[in-house]
């Protein structure tokens, strides 16, 4: 039986009366049966576009074709053809016919040219086929309210906007910027720039100006379309501050353009610098009467820029890539029409910001004449209902959002459908990261049983999917469905050998075109950005970076994490999802992220994983010896980490994917120096340098532990204990002391050092430690900017960094009598010597235990103990420290 609290929360219960999760029987739960997961199963009588589409195959081609799987083994083998009949069938609309689909003799390296000599425009394609009076968009809010939009009242408005920035001279080769929420007025300012021939780009609001300005002054924009404020959590935020610090850096603006539709607060042109430049989106938008009708579009060549999307930035500036305004268009009608069989009367639901390129991916939707629910507030607070509130009210049929979201609907045990009506879901979108098979049964259970859960799988960089879900096939839970029809797909192994076993793990590889490649990347003019993304791995062929499994028998796809975050023990492969499919079941922990380390003997890795506790739980040796346990059991020894360290949160990029990448790339004792300094509760700068100072001793012992191995033996000879010694000079740390560390600091600065201009800016710092998962506060900024910042002239330089990294920054000058108190504060019998219990007591005392549990201390005592008599002395000590 299971049981539904008036929170609408789910408890399993016994036979005994209890609950699972220790809930008494209470006032206001009533007892209903414990429902199963209905797998999507495929209907007789189907009837799709892909059926329609592969039987007209049949008939053009005189041939016959077994299955999914048969016809797309054809469309990869033909397609030249299959992308020519599709934009034939899909009606797509060309101002001018092409002369040649594509030059077959060119490899997917070279990356040959689609549709040559056609011109289109994609905005008419996407907005003009849906009836007028039908709704077109549906504007939700956080109080639940839902404004519609009809198809001729979005047409009218795309019209009045393009009017607006043809009279600014905007068209073909301008680029036009969005700093924007996912509001109607925003599907207008990308609907209205393709409409002119120009290109768009955008930024989520949740971005800082500097993370703003590393994509948009790639692009040198004329127009700029934001908002004057945003919600959040139902709270009002003034945007006023950010525009300024971005529109005073991006010379090339014409004009910034203000909505005020969406918030109680009107536009105030006078608050913003360079008031000129501002205008109201009203103000902007030209009078329909005075709107030449018919509106013509600008026709463009099939392969001009519609779109510029940026990567994630985990590793330096965000890569530019400009999508096709045909190439774009004729992979999403593939996926809308033909995977995903979108009508006429579907309503799409995809949770999603404007930085995200499943924004691009859902409004082009709207070319099956079916309508769109836009929504731009946060999903879980303070409603953790609101999505589903939501989808049930606009009677949406198609539901979308990042996995990580229905791994946070899984935990929270809400038996959505049993609340709401969400019975005309038929298909329900997850993409990001893999889907876990538990996440499969709770959606099939609590959201819309039967409904087809198409894990979808692709990214930016082909603007759509590799991989997802098609109504042919049955699902298997834990797998993407089917691999996407004209894309050709194969997993290659660590011997960059095509894989076709089932079993073994490999590389997702790309072997033939497709329309949706980038044109090129911005600021790449050898190509070489391009070559290196993807070609560099497995040339001629496109290595897209994620590790899969490829299940022979079903014709699905277990996606297993990132490959350049993938682990390697002893020359096996394993996908990080595997891990975390174990790892996250244990209850006391919320979450995890882990990565791989080359160690210094040789080519082998060591495994880090960091885990986020629950709150109130601890990782006591208990917890790890269970994931140890769980992971040998479940999984193999070759998964069991070496080392498992407890950390606050776990960093995410904005569509949902853990950033294994950046956390690889950053020496665990590196980033718990910086990070931990988010955990200081500090009411006062003095407290926080005082704090600080006990913590970065602790942390310089750790971060020093390679110096204190690698020295020679005869200089441990030299250093005998003789605590009566004192130097006669000062002794400071310097520089020197760290040679054997100057190439990982350099990574480390490179990091940190996002414009490569030899110096850390305070936004710098911030970026660099967000993308780590933290969220500074600005006295915790301006902390570690003085304590790095020797000159106090405002940056942080490489020798500055390599001094704060080795223990010698202006607020770390340990003289001889420092060291000494340092000393003496653990030395608590004052005999002379550390001895592991006083070192674990003051830990304690200074409440340490999350930054440094049980095993890291003794891995540091042993460490320090060069000589290993079970106790550190005061020169062990010292070159502990150094």
């Not at 940056?795 to 420092?818: C, K, P, R, W």
Request: net charge negative.
């Amino acid at each position: 039986m299971t049981a539904v609290s008036a929170n609408g929360k789910v408890h399993e219960k016994h036979e005994n009366g209890g609950f699972v999760n220790g809930h008494a029987n209470g006032d206001g739960i009533a007892s209903i049966e414990t429902p199963q997961p209905i797998y999507y199963k495929v209907p007789q009588n189907l009837e799709t576009f892909e059926l329609t589409l592969r039987k007209h195959f049949e008939e053009k081609t005189n041939q016959k074709f077994a299955d999914y799987r048969a016809f797309h083994r054809f469309t990869c083998d033909n397609y030249g053809i299959f992308w020519e009949e599709l934009l034939k069938i899909s009606d797509v609309k060309l101002h001018q016919d092409y002369h040649q689909v594509i030059d077959h003799n060119m490899k997917i390296n070279e990356r040959p040219k689609w549709f040559n000599g056609a011109t289109l425009n994609y905005t008419e394609n996407v907005i003009e086929r849906g009836t007028a009076t039908d709704v077109a968009v549906l504007n939700a809010s956080i109080d639940e309210s839902v404004v519609d939009y009809t198809y001729d009242q979005l047409r009218k408005d795309v019209y009045r906007t393009a009017t607006s920035l043809r009279n600014y001279g905007i068209g073909p080769g301008d680029t036009v910027c969005g700093f924007v929420p996912n509001t109607y007025d925003t599907l207008v300012a990308v609907f209205a720039t393709a409409a002119v021939g120009a290109a768009w780009c955008s930024a989520s609001v949740d971005f800082g100006p500097a993370g703003v300005l590393d994509r948009f002054r790639q692009v040198h924009p004329k127009v700029l379309f934001t908002v004057n404020h945003v919600t959040y959590k139902k709270k009002l935020i003034d945007q006023t501050d950010k525009i300024n610090e971005i529109v005073k850096e991006l010379t090339t603006l014409q004009i910034v353009v203000v909505s005020d539709t969406f918030t109680s607060v009107k536009f105030d042109g006078t608050k913003y610098n360079n008031s000129d430049k501002f205008v109201s989106l009203e103000q902007f938008k030209t009078p329909i009467d005075d709107v030449v009708l018919p509106f013509v579009y600008t026709p463009v060549p099939f392969s001009d820029p519609l779109f510029v999307m940026f990567s994630s930035g985990t590793t330096g500036i965000p890569k530019a890539m400009v999508h096709t305004v045909g190439g774009t268009l004729l992979k999403h009608i593939e996926e809308h029409l033909v995977q995903g069989d979108s009508k006429k009367h579907d309503r799409m639901f995809f949770y999603t910001t404007c930085g995200w390129m499943m924004y691009n991916w859902m409004i082009s939707f709207l070319y099956s004449k079916g309508s769109v629910v836009l929504f731009d507030e946060c999903p879980l607070a303070p409603d953790t209902h609101i999505i589903m509130k939501i989808a049930a009210k606009t009677q949406c049929t198609m539901i979308g959002m990042g996995a990580k979201l229905y791994d946070e609907y899984l935990r929270l045990e809400i038996p959505f459908n049993a609340i709401y009506d969400l019975s005309r879901i038929h298909t329900v979108y997850s993409t990001g990261s893999p889907l876990k098979k538990e996440c499969f049964a709770y959606i099939n259970t609590y959201i819309a049983p039967g409904a087809l859960i198409a894990s979808i799988s692709g990214g930016t960089d082909i603007i759509g999917c590799f991989v997802g879900g098609i109504k042919s096939l049955s699902i298997t839970p834990g797998e993407c469905q089917c691999l996407f029809l004209g894309m050709d797909i194969k997993s290659f192994n660590y011997m960059d050998e095509e894989i076709t076993n089932s079993d073994e793990q490999g590389e997702l590889v790309c072997v033939t075109p497709f329309p949706s490649m980038p044109s090129h990347f911005l600021n790449d003019m050898d190509g070489k950005k391009y070559r290196d993304a993807y070609f560099a791995r497995l040339e001629p062929f496109w290595a897209h970076g994620d590790f899969v499994r490829v299940n022979h028998s079903t014709g699905g796809v277990e996606m297993l994490g990132r490959s350049d975050a993938t682990l390697n023990r002893g020359g096996v492969r394993i996908g990080t999802a595997e891990i975390y499919s174990v790892v996250e079941k244990i209850p006391q922990i919320a979450d995890c992220i882990v990565a791989g380390r080359l160690v210094e003997e040789g080519m082998d890795e060591e495994v880090l994983l960091f885990v986020k506790m629950v709150p109130g739980q601890e990782l006591t040796h208990t917890i790890q010896a269970a994931i140890v346990s769980k992971l040998r059991n479940d999984m193999s020894p070759r998964h069991v980490p070496n080392k498992i360290y407890a950390v606050d949160d776990i960093p995410y990029t904005s569509s949902g994917k853990k950033v294994e990448v950046a956390v690889k790339q950053i020496d665990p004792w590196f980033s718990l120096h910086f990070l931990q300094l988010k955990l200081l509760e500090m009411d006062s700068l003095k407290a926080a340098v005082d704090y600080s100072k006990r913590l970065e001793m602790s942390q310089s012992m750790y971060s020093s532990r390679s110096s204190a191995k690698q020295t020679s033996s005869s200089t441990r000879n030299s250093h005998k204990k003789n605590n009566s010694t004192k130097e006669k000079e000062p002794t400071q740390i310097t520089a020197s002391n760290c040679k054997n560390k100057i190439e990982e600091y350099k990574r480390a600065f490179n990091f940190f050092d996002a414009n490569n201009d030899g110096r850390i800016t305070i936004d710098e710092l911030e970026k660099a430690m967000q993308k780590c998962g933290q969220r500074p506060t600005k006295l915790e900024l301006r902390l570690i900017m003085y304590h790095g910042d020797n000159d106090q002239n405002g940056v942080i330089t490489f020798d500055e960094f390599a001094h704060l990294m080795n223990g010698t920054s202006s607020m770390n000058q340990y003289t001889y009598d420092q060291l000494r108190e340092q000393f003496d504060m653990f030395d608590k019998d004052k005999d002379g010597f550390i001895e592991k219990m006083e070192m674990l007591s003051i830990v304690r005392e200074l409440s340490l235990q999350a930054s440094f549990p049980r095993q890291v201390v003794e891995q540091l005592f042993n460490e320090a103990d060069i000589d290993g008599d079970g106790k550190i002395s005061f020169e062990e000590f010292v070159l502990a420290v150094n």
